[in-house]
């Protein structure tokens, strides 16, 4: 009777070791796989920000070579970095002239932004405010003011 009552305590020893090591194993691997998701959802997370950066970028380039040249309309496309890359197509509207030397003009502008495998696209509502300035010696200088209208981020 001693020795069954051996027996019985190292089954019970090892069959609790196995049940408790499995328990363990489980968890351990949940956790495993939250952090992979969690690394994931980073990672993604860091693409999707680049891309407005991304845009962001020929946003900028854009409006400066509006705000420097009387009609400036080409499409901009960059390659910034390998899979990083922005772009921007503008749309005139026709010119109004105000008064004598001053033209308004609506304008569009959409700019995409891509990094990794995520691409953001934002739509501006632009008003050009045009001043021609004309000078003695019968040159002629303009100067355009931009002001946004409005924003929207456009779906993919």
Known sequence: MLLKNKNNKG???????????????IIAMTILKDGVDNAS?????I??????LN??????????RMKLEEQFSQNLNYALEQ?????????????????????????DLEVSGTSGNF???FNYALKIKRV????LDGSVEYVNN???ISIEELSN
């Not at 089954?11 to 194993?25: C, G, N, Q, V, W």
């Not at 749309?91 to 304008?107: A, K, N």
């Open 11 to 25: 089954f019970i020893a090892i069959l609790s070791l196995l049940i408790i090591s499995t328990i363990s194993m």
């Open 41 to 45: 959802l980073s990672l993604s997370s």
């Open 47 to 52: 693409y999707y920000e680049n891309a407005k």
């Open 55 to 64: 845009s962001t970028i020929c946003l900028e380039d854009t409006l400066v």
């Open 83 to 107: 899979g990083q890359s922005c772009s921007s197509i503008i749309q005139w509207y026709t010119p109004q002239l105000i008064t004598d030397g001053r033209w308004e003009t609506l304008v």
């Open 119 to 121: 691409s953001r696209t």
């Open 132 to 135: 021609d300035v004309n000078h």
């Open 146 to 148: 931009l002001e946004i």
